[in-house]
């Protein structure tokens, strides 16, 4: 959440260069946005409310620099206002700071300094530590005064900080993440790679509880523990800059929906032999436990019922959020598969460090490389879906879905006979994500536009599927939609349904099907719309969108109409499908 962005180095538009890189990274959050830049022994600055996408170029005038900061907001302290905006500025606007994170002692600290004659003018907890930085560089060295207001924070953060007569900027973390990219004799912070990729794909990752320094000749990293500097190897990104564009098409989230006509295929591109060790790791362990969130944690519930159907395990499920409270089983053989699009889901990251500390092993399933997950998991799993940039997940969504299924395969010594049905599924989307079934997808949602609350049923995975169905239209459409196993419908929810209310029933051709074509006629003859992901028409179908029969791995299929249907929801009824109100990319606080 909130993208943080800093340029140092010998061009001279570096307020304008931020700028284009927040644009890039605005899928971190959209309320507002900010910049400083140091020209002259003084910092300039401009904050505005609203998505920087509307900047252009001479918005503002800013004097030339090379040398500045940015961020652009997900509001967590405070409401959405000029003031509220990062960056957040010392008494004399000597110091400009922007942060991600939540810091959680920040009224004590603020309080503290208040008593001391220290003046706010924002209600945000950022703004207590440029004031806190400031009140110890009366008495130490810039340096000093970021590592010793860091030992006194408490909570998340990943922070820039810049002062008027200095040519350096100090960044630090602990628990959110910073990227530096390190260019031919410039240097870029992002709190995401794609923001300077097509600078650089030389980057070092800033680790929890460190520092770096950097200044015109280089960047120097320290450990806040020890306080003593640390030396960083480079890591070569393999993302090209290009496939975080949206290229010809009007949005991310379409074009990354197209883009799973080859997205299965990648994640396969696994190693055999690592794809076995980590399917007897399940079997030896004493627990398997999935944890995500939000659609990842859909994705684990889906697995689960893979690993029951496919690899007749038995695993656990979790989403981040509530793993603290089902800990106490955790032992030192335990198995943690943690499944992250980001690789830097706070409540995800805090379960694995909650079974790290029990000594359990983590797998970590993640599409992006060199994340904080990665680098902290015992095993990772990278599902090379590429840059997904769209708020709502889809591609990532597949393709985790693609490797929990090949490990279920593996898990029952079958793992070339998930392959081949992984591969077949692949080419059965290719043929499906046509212009013809997006027209057809179009008119359903021409249809249900209007509609105020629809409801997705499923049985098995196809359970999951519905939540996660539910997931894709809320952020994309605003229509409130919620997700049942069908069987559960005549327990409660049935109530719900009146005349045309649309449910959407997923189904595979197993033996499911016919449950929950019963369980479609009961809400028809309550009134309902019915509509039908399925593979086969039916008589009790009010609308069919027809896909594939792709046996075990149905549940990828299926989401795929309802990410199209979401997407043509969210712009008849006038939404941005990448950036949905309220919501961030990575959601990086708690
Ligand atoms: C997906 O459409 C959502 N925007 C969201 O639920 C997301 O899946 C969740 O925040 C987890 O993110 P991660 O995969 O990066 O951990």
Known sequence: MCGIFAYLGPKTNAPELVIEGLKK??????????????????????????????????????AASSLAIGHSRWATHGGVTEANAHPHFNADHSLALVHN???????????????????????????????????HLKSMSLEEAVKKA?????????????????????AARRGSPLIIGIGQGEFFVGSDIPAFLEYTNQVNYLDDDQMVIIDQEKAQFYDLKTNSPIEKRLITIEWQASQAEKGDYPHFMIKEIMEQKETIRRALEQDDQEIQKIAEAI???????????GTAGKVCLAATYQFSHIGHRHVNFAVGSEFSSLQDFIKDRSLMIAVSQSGETA???????????????????????G??????????????????KAVASTKATTAQMAVLTLLAYACAGRLEAGKK?????????????????EDHIRTLADQIAKVESMYIIGKGVNYAIALESAIKLQEISYIHAEGFASGELKHGPIALISQSTPVIALISNDQSRKDVLNNCQEVKARGAYVIGIAPENDAVFDFWIKVPDAGEAQGIVNIIPIQLLAYHLGLLRKNDPDMPRNLAKSVTVK
């Open 25 to 62: 990274l605005e899928y971190r959050g959209y309320d507002s946005w900010g910049v400083a830049a140091q020209a002259n022994n003084r910092i300039d600055s401009c904050k505005k409310v609203g998505k920087i996408s509307a900047y252009q170029v001479g918005d503002h005038n800013f």
């Open 283 to 293: 079997k030896g362990a004493f627990g398997t436990y999935l944890v995500g969130c």
């Open 421 to 437: 049905l992984l591969l077949d599924t692949q080419s059965q989307i290719n043929d499906m994500l046509n212009p013809r079934y």
């Open 371 to 388: 994340s904080t997950m990665d680098r902290e998991s015992d095993f990772a799993l990278h599902i090379k879906a590429g840059p997904e």
């Open 347 to 369: 409540d995800t990251l805090e379960a694995i460090h909650a079974a790290k500390s029990k000594g359990a092993k983590v797998l970590s399933i993640i599409n992006v490389k």
């Open 150 to 170: 860091m030992s006194e924070m408490h909570g998340r953060y990943a922070i820039l900080l810049i002062k008027a007569d200095e040519q350096k900027i100090i």
């Open 101 to 135: 994170g939540i810091i959680e002692n920040y009224a004590e600290i603020r309080a503290d300094l208040e008593s001391k004659g220290h003046k706010f003018v924002s209600q945000t907890d950022t703004e207590s530590i440029v004031h806190l930085i400031d009140f």
